[in-house]
């Protein structure tokens, strides 16, 4: 009977390594893709985040769940035509000789929308006032904070640098 040679056994265990790390490391990366904050939407988190904060009662959640569908269903057609906008202005990157008044009024038509857009929103959190019991609003004042700092947090989340709303 013979034996393998000493010098096939480093090569084994190399092997039997390398093929453990790569198990281990797709392991790791799966769990960390069904972990990550961003694989639900962020209209949904902070939908949630409102119900959770606010412990509304099972009346209280019902209506804000359809007036959150109903604010989603109005923005839906303005993020459309904004981001048909957008196109527009930077298409005209390809145009060399535009001139300052084509940008301007590009610019001012993707503002329209973003004022159309915001007030929807505005509303919307008016509305979800008027759902709230007196001893819910003072709470509801804190949270609306919060979400409008989520809102308009262009950074990555968790990124803390640089950030001149945060008390030093």
Same mark, same amino acid.
């Given at each position: ?70 604010? *989603?269903?109005? @923005?839906?057609? /303005?993020? +459309? #035509?904004?981001?048909?906008? !957008? &196109?527009?202005?930077?298409? *005209?990157?390809? @145009?060399?000789? /535009?001139? +300052? #008044?084509?940008?301007?009024? !590009? &610019? ?61």
């Amino acid at each position: 009977m013979t034996r393998p040679s000493r010098k096939k056994w480093p090569l084994v265990l190399v092997a039997i390594l390398l093929v453990t790390n790569i198990a281990t490391l797709a392991f790791m990366w799966s769990i960390r893709e069904k972990k990550k904050p961003g694989n639900q939407s962020p209209k949904g988190r902070m939908g949630q985040f409102m119900v959770d904060q606010m412990k509304f009662t099972k009346e209280q959640e019902a209506q804000y769940w359809q007036l959150r569908d109903s604010m *989603l269903n109005q @923005q839906r057609p /303005i993020m +459309d #035509s904004m981001r048909a906008s !957008k &196109t527009k202005f930077f298409a *005209l990157l390809n @145009q060399p000789d /535009i001139n +300052d #008044s084509a940008l301007q009024a !590009k &610019t001012e038509e993707i503002g329209e929308l973003q004022k159309r857009l915001d007030i929807v929103t505005f509303r919307h959190f008016q509305q979800i006032r008027t759902i709230c019991k007196p001893e819910q609003l003072q709470k509801f004042d804190t949270v609306i904070k919060e979400i409008v700092i989520r809102m308009t947090n262009f950074r990555r989340p968790g990124d803390k640098k640089n950030d001149s709303t945060l008390k030093k």
